[in-house]
């Protein structure tokens, strides 16, 4: 019997998806889990899957239309069967209107610095001191353009030195010193560019989050020695692309700590804080256009290695825009890291419907003090958003307590 595929919900928050383009043509067999099309949502590029085995008997909407969510897209069944038309629903669906860029200009290359010549040294008898001659001849400044000061109008040690300074009296047109001039570039158009859905959900998204969560910010610097030393150690016997990351070590501390902090894996519901029971830890990843959380789902029971090579998958499928549904639901804490931008701290906005989100800085070697004494060693800051709502500034200065004893004595991860 036929089985209509519908458009799927990937997100709590999405309402529509745009259908990209079809990968099984209609009269094509396609198994269940094949890939059948592939949408745009509000966060990437999905590729969806079919439900149904057989044959693509119908295509219900076009490629390049807009379409909610669950209403149908296709018909699968066996080959020859008949489609009811009773059994589609139909009626116009919206299509996105996408915007081009407008061309810029072309614009002209702004040349090298031209300096001017300086004059030549003077040619003709000018009075002068001997100390203002021999300062002009080391710096190349022609003392005929010089006003002098002195005697008879003679040009003296501070003539000359007030060349440096711009206060001297300068004859004629010719510069005293040599002069830096720039070609301004022509004037360029303004440059319009139409947002993306994904860069659009983000605004919207985080709009709500910084006007409707009342955000407080906790910072705590770790000591990073230990995880340092343990992960070059772990790298030693690990193929180039199975290495593992700072990251790595952190989404897996911090899944640890969430165990024991569950108020902050969580969501506010009305008067109700629901804790989830599982620890699925967002990682932020750049993206062209924005960026996208990838979900490690169960990260708190799944070895470093295995969360570092779902990472990096994720995060490859992500950048290509191909990411699966399952790669982006489901998250109940994210991560954001901007230590690879060499950036020392900052603060991230809660991903809704999540209580809180971890901000992470570079690790660094620094100069530090311990026990009176001056050594170099490994320090990294972070900063956790947490909504008020749900927690306060004891409970989640606790939580960070926390990560240190992970982040600081790595062994803890591996037990």
């Not at 519908?6 to 529509?16: R, S, V």
């Not at 200009?105 to 000018?126: D, H, K, L």
Request: glycine share 8%; proline share 6%.
């Amino acid at each position: 019997m036929a089985e209509t595929i519908n458009m799927p919900k990937l997100g709590f928050d999405m309402a529509e998806g745009l259908l990209v383009r079809w990968v099984k043509q209609v009269g094509e067999n396609i198994n269940k889990g094949d890939v059948l099309a592939e949408i745009e949502t509000d966060k990437a590029t999905v590729e969806v899957e079919s439900s149904a085995s057989g044959v693509v008997l119908q295509h219900i909407v076009e490629q390049g239309t807009v379409v909610p969510v669950n209403a149908p897209i296709a018909v699968v069944g066996q080959a020859g069967e008949k489609v009811d038309a009773s059994n589609v629903e139909s009626g116009k669906k919206k299509e996105e209107k996408i915007a081009e860029e407008k061309s810029a200009a072309p614009t002209q290359p702004i040349p090298a610095p031209v300096a001017s010549t300086p004059a030549p040294a003077e040619s003709g008898p000018v009075k002068a001191s001997p100390l203002a001659k021999k300062i002009a001849r080391d710096n190349n400044i022609n003392l005929a353009s010089i006003q002098g000061t002195g005697p008879g109008g003679r040009i003296v040690r501070k003539d000359v030195e007030a060349v440096f300074t711009g206060q001297s009296s300068v004859i004629g047109k010719q510069p005293s010193a040599p002069l830096i001039t720039y070609q301004l570039p022509t004037s360029i158009e303004d440059k319009v560019i139409a947002t993306t859905k994904l860069r659009q959900a983000i605004g919207r998204r985080l709009v709500e989050s910084k006007t409707t969560i009342p955000h407080f910010y906790v910072t705590h610097e770790y000591k990073m020695d230990a995880l340092m030393e343990m992960r070059k150690q772990a790298n030693a016997f690990l193929p180039d692309n199975e290495k593992l990351s700072v990251n790595d070590f952190i989404v897996k501390a911090v899944a640890l700590a969430l165990k024991q902090f569950p108020n902050l894996n969580a969501t506010i519901k009305g008067n109700e804080i629901i804790q989830f029971g599982h620890v699925n830890v967002g990682v932020a990843v750049t993206v062209p256009g924005g960026l996208m959380t990838v979900v490690v789902k169960d990260a708190d029971v799944k070895p470093l290695r295995q969360i570092s090579g779902e990472i990096k998958a994720m995060a490859a499928r992500a950048r290509e825009g191909k990411v699966k549904p399952e790669d982006v639901e489901g998250s109940t804490f994210s991560t954001s890291n901007l230590g690879m931008y060499d950036v020392e701290e900052f603060i991230a906005i809660i991903n809704p419907p999540e209580a809180a989100i971890l901000a992470i800085g570079s690790a660094k070697e620094v100069p530090i003090v311990e026990n009176g004494q001056i050594k170099i060693g490994w320090r990294m800051k972070a900063t956790i958003s947490v909504d008020h709502r749900v927690s306060d500034g004891a409970e989640a200065a606790q939580f960070m307590q926390s990560l240190a004893e992970f982040l600081e004595n790595p062994v803890r991860m591996l037990v």
